[in-house]
């Protein structure tokens, strides 16, 4: 079968990793299966380029999901153990309200790409290496970047509910707050920006958006810094009362689907969906950095690019710390 993704040339497989040739802080190296699965990159292509072309919303997914592992506990798949059920058991990061929605889009592609390793190169990879890589594909085949992925992460042997509270960025956080819980994963306001660049492409579902249609911070007003044409649009979908649970909206009103640099623009128009989405050009410390990405698409893939790499390499987990499981929902 034939490399399912166009090669990247050699520039383009090492942008945005700095000094490759220095020692690597965490010990993820882009050949760390270099003798144990040589093709694991291409396996799990495989897999992701067949899967975000029948359900293109599973790409969005899986790049949710690497967020949400790496946030939680570091990029050691935690957020792929699934729930016990009602069958007692300690309570996993999945059981939050956080992770709730997560579709199960991204959890099955994780599956598909982890069997399809683990059939060529079986106990070898671990669940936190293939999210990794499966997030990259997903931006690369929405039109993204393509980036080298280090690789060397084990799973954890344990999720545990209560480490999500306080990890993990809201809707309605501000600024501040942003920076706070990015600062405690050791990333700066840089990462910040370009990371939520990722809200590019996928779907948000109304409750975490409807305060700023209705009753902004009580005002029983529309968010003023919202688009008065957006707020209409939106509310179509979102009702005050009585919507679906289920429903969602774009993030990006311009190209939903294309991973490229319109969020910015968007969020200079107004045009932002979540609060804390808008609150970034509204901030004095962030704003320029909103103008500089939304200036240049080239200069957005470098900076998501290292800050990938760098929320990546949160808190990984090395030797007998971590485990490397058969099912990404199972520990072993
Ligand atoms: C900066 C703080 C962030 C906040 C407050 C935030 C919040 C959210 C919220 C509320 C949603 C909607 C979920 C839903 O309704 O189903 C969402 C979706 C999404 N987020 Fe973020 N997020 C942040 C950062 C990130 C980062 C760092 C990434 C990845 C690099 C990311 C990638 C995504 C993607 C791709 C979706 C769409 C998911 C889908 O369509 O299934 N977000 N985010
Ligand atoms: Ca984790
Ligand atoms: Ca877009």
Known sequence: REAPLPLPSASARTAGVANRRAPERHGLSLDFYGKTCPAVDHIVAN?????????????????????HDCFVEGCDASILIAPAGKAAGEKVERDMEENRNLPQ???????MAKAAVESKCPGVVSCADILALAARDAVQLAGGPYYAVKKGRKDSKVSLAGKVRGSLPHAN????????????????????VALSGAHTIGFAHCAHFLGRLYDFRGTRRPDPFMDARLVKALRMTCPYT?????????FDVSTPFQFDHAYYANLQARLGVLGSDQALFLDARTRPLVLELGADKARFFRAFVASMDRMGSIRVKKGKKGEVRKICSHHL
């Open 173 to 192: 956080s501000t600024v501040d707050e942003l920076l706070r819980v990015f600062a405690a994963k050791g990333l700066g306001a840089a990462d910040l």
């Open 242 to 250: 009585g919507g679906s649970a289920r429903a969602v909206v774009p």
């Open 105 to 111: 889009y991204g959890f099955e592609t994780v599956e």
């Open 47 to 67: 897999v992701t380029t067949e899967r975000f072309r029948d359900h293109p919303a599973a790409g969005p997914a899986v790049l949710r999901l690497f967020h």
